[in-house]
């Protein structure tokens, strides 16, 4: 891991919410209308979901398939153009830690992702095409004898948690990855199990599947509308009853969920200004940057890699932390998403809302990945130039390391659901599952302790 440690100016303000995907139940299986965008009439749901990112568009998927309820999906712009859309897609247990709170609801989230693309096989579909699927599973790199002493220790606990996963010497590091540089110092954490997915691919499938629902009055968008404040059942009761956006009022009965990503607390700050309730929600954006490398062919990679230092890079998410620093921080993390593209990363670094790619930062992450991987030193920079892309995306971080779902405290019908950080895709379909449970008053699959909003953000 490299780190670099910067001033920053002061944060940027600005709106905007992220977007989302999920899956789950056969109604929604063969997708749905075509990419035409679902807008209804009516002004009256039983949900609202403020955030078309993947936990926003998971949970209206949950409400749509696991009850009669309707929903309306609101964002100030479209999906997947958030973080969704900028990350890389992974599907991974092997920099997660067993017996922390986010582990079981990790757990549980690869579980539902995993039987939707087993049912997809089953119904004769192709996960891949649909989802951009593979199941490649994941190394977690080590590169000297004090890292693989930690992955040999992280490989008997993640085995002792019941996931399949080996560790790996240098020579068997360079069999499963040939392009890889290994050295007597080297080995891997092997996971096989892991997986990855096509964000967009993904997005466009759950999305489809929402709108199955549209003809029966159950499901409508409406994108290009930010949320301007709360609408309260007299006024000024502690009862939510919807939500303002620039053009209507949007009427949820029985549920408004707040999952705008890394707005998430700026956008409850405005919401709440004039409701007298002391809420300070810390979700803050944390800057990434990832390079796609179009039509590469210079070598093949069979699994989703890591080095070991990115469970360092993530870990700087910590109580205390002044999000005024910079904290660049950069961690050689490398896929092959279904059309054959190199994608590389990642950085993290706190800049406000600033989404502009930055040309130092983008060398440093290829200059980092060319060390584990050599032949990348024998492309001009001419060719990187011309065949690259550049992702970047504003991770929604909590200081805590732990995304922050529940209702709010001292409004009825309020409830939030942010702050996964890298980990949205990830994570979303178990989200997804706790937030309908809490609304409908269903017992949790996963504890739900750690992560409510009381304690945390008062």
């Known amino acids: 891991m490299v780190s670099i440690f910067l001033q920053s100016p002061t944060c940027l303000t600005s709106q905007s919410y992220p977007f989302s995907s999920r899956s789950s139940t056969r109604r929604t299986r063969h997708g749905a209308s075509p990419s035409l965008r679902v807008t209804a009439s009516g002004s009256s749901y039983d949900v609202v979901v403020v955030g078309g990112g993947i936990i926003g568009l998971t949970i209206a998927r949950q409400f749509l398939t696991g009850s009669d309820l309707s929903v309306a999906v609101v964002d100030k712009a479209v999906p997947c153009s958030g973080a969704t859309g900028a990350g890389q897609g992974y599907i991974w247990m092997t920099h997660k830690k067993p017996g922390t709170d986010v582990w079981d609801l990790t757990l549980r989230s690869h579980e539902l992702w995993h039987k939707l693309a087993e049912s997809l096989n089953d119904d004769g579909l192709d996960p891949e095409e649909l989802l951009g699927w593979k199941k490649t599973g994941s190394l977690l790199i080590g590169r000297t004898s004090e890292e693989c002493v930690a992955l040999k220790q992280k490989v008997h ?90 053009k209507r009022n949007l009427y949820g009965k029985k549920a408004t969920i707040v999952a705008a990503g890394c707005w998430s607390g700026s956008l ?83 800049v406000g809302f600033d989404t502009e790619a930055d040309e130092f930062i983008i060398r440093c992450i290829w200059e980092r990945a060319a060390e584990f991987f050599p032949k990348l030193r024998d492309i001009s920079l001419e060719d990187f130039i011309r065949n690259r892309k550049v992702r970047v995306g504003l991770r929604p971080y909590m200081p805590d390391g732990k995304p922050v779902i529940g209702s709010v405290p001292g409004l009825q019908n309020l409830y939030l659901a942010a ?38 953000c008062c």
Do not use: W
């Open 419 to 456: 702050g996964h950080e890298g980990g949205g895709l990830s994570m979303a379909l178990a989200t997804a599952e706790m937030v309908t449970d809490m609304v409908l008053g269903k017992p949790s699959q996963v504890d739900t302790s750690a992560f409510k909003v009381k304690g945390r």
């Open 157 to 246: 606990e993640l085995s002792e948690a019941g996931l399949r996963t080996e560790y790996l010497s240098s020579d068997e590091l360079l069999l499963k990855e040939p392009a890889v540089l290994v050295d007597d110092n080297s080995g891997a954490a092997f996971l096989l199990d892991d997986s990855q997915l096509d964000a967009h691919r993904a997005v466009a499938y759950i999305e489809k599947g929402n709108r199955e629902f549209a003809p029966e009055g159950r499901y409508a968008e409406f994108y290009h509308e930010p949320v301007t404040g709360l609408i309260r059942s007299d006024g000024r009761s502690a009862e939510v009853a919807g939500v303002q956006t620039s």
């Open 268 to 350: 409850m700050h405005e919401l709440l200004k004039d409701c007298n309730i002391s809420l300070d929600v810390p979700v803050k954006p944390r800057k990434g940057h990832l390079l796609v490398v179009e039509n590469f062919d210079s070598f093949h990679l069979n699994h989703g890699l890591m080095e070991a230092g990115y469970v360092n890079h993530q870990s700087a998410s910590a109580p205390g932390l002044d999000v005024e620093e910079r904290m660049l921080s950069i961690s050689m993390t490398a896929t092959m998403d279904t059309s054959g593209n190199l994608v590389l990363g990642s950085s993290r670094e706190f």
